[in-house]
T-cell receptor, first 111, second 115 residues
Framework: KNEVEQSPQNLTAQEGEFITINCSYS?????LHWLQQHPGGGIVSLFM???GKKKHGRLIATINIQEKHSSLHITASHPRDSAVYIC?????????????FGKGTHLIIQP | GAGVSQSPSNKVTEKGKDVELRCDPI?????LYWYRQSLGQGLEFLIY????????KSGLPSDRFSAERTGGSVSTLTIQRTQQEDSAVYLC?????????????FGPGTRLTVL
């Protein structure tokens, strides 16, 4: 069974700070997803990556396959970034098992 | 453009009743997933449909849970004889294909409360 661990569980920061959320997993994966869940409950896919680094606006996601670790960074954080950020992995072998999720990081950005 | 839609958005039912939750995936998406998010818990995988293949039911928590997908499009998740521990948000997602490398698009979820 693949365990997905995220840290920190909760993070409160001031507007403008650089944010890092970490995700570690225990067995081989084919892809890793970063998801954002707003207080209303809707989930949005931020990134899907299997190697290297991706950037979208102020968000950057990196993954190290050898170390089984990924990070999500937010530059120049803003109160609208406040949400739960969820790391999820897809097992090697395809989509048959769906995603295995971390418990999420609850981020609050204070103005 | 139309995203994944789910209905109802909220459902309150009494213990022991059956409920049906509906998911309309994005048109053209062949893969469809059901997930559950219980209060204070993370998301968990329930069932996966890919095209006309037999679904992967490995995540269903008990035989009270079943799902079908008609015509390769709309899916219905049925919970029979609901229990209080079934209370959760049930999320549906679809992707273009059931491959690791396809982004999943999530619906808004159905919040189920079993009294």
């Amino acid at each position: 069974k693949n365990e997905v661990e995220q840290s920190p569980q909760n993070l409160t920061a001031q507007e403008g700070e650089f944010i890092t959320i970490n995700c570690s997993y225990s067995v081989g994966i084919s892809a890793l997803h970063w998801l954002q869940q707003h207080p209303g409950g809707g989930i949005v896919s931020l990134f899907m990556l299997s190697s290297g680094k991706k950037k979208h606006g102020r968000l950057i996601a990196t993954i190290n396959i050898q170390e089984k670790h990924s990070s999500l960074h937010i530059t120049a954080s803003h109160p609208r970034d406040s949400a739960v950020y969820i790391c999820a992995v897809m097992h090697l072998g395809g989509g048959a098992d769906g995603l295995t999720f971390g418990k999420g990081t609850h981020l609050i950005i204070q103005p | 453009g139309a995203g994944v839609s789910q209905s109802p958005s909220n459902k309150v039912t009494e213990k022991g009743k059956d409920v049906e939750l509906r998911c309309d995936p994005i048109s053209g998406h062949t893969a469809l997933y059901w997930y559950r998010q219980s209060l204070g818990q993370g998301l968990e995988f329930l069932i996966y449909f890919q095209g006309n293949s037999a679904p992967d039911k490995s995540g269903l928590p008990s035989d009270r849970f079943s799902a079908e997908r008609t015509g390769g499009s709309v899916s219905t998740l049925t919970i029979q004889r609901t229990q209080q521990e079934d209370s959760a948000v049930y999320l549906c997602a679809s992707s273009l294909r059931g491959s690791s490398y396809n982004e999943q698009f999530f619906g808004p979820g159905t919040r189920l409360t079993v009294l």
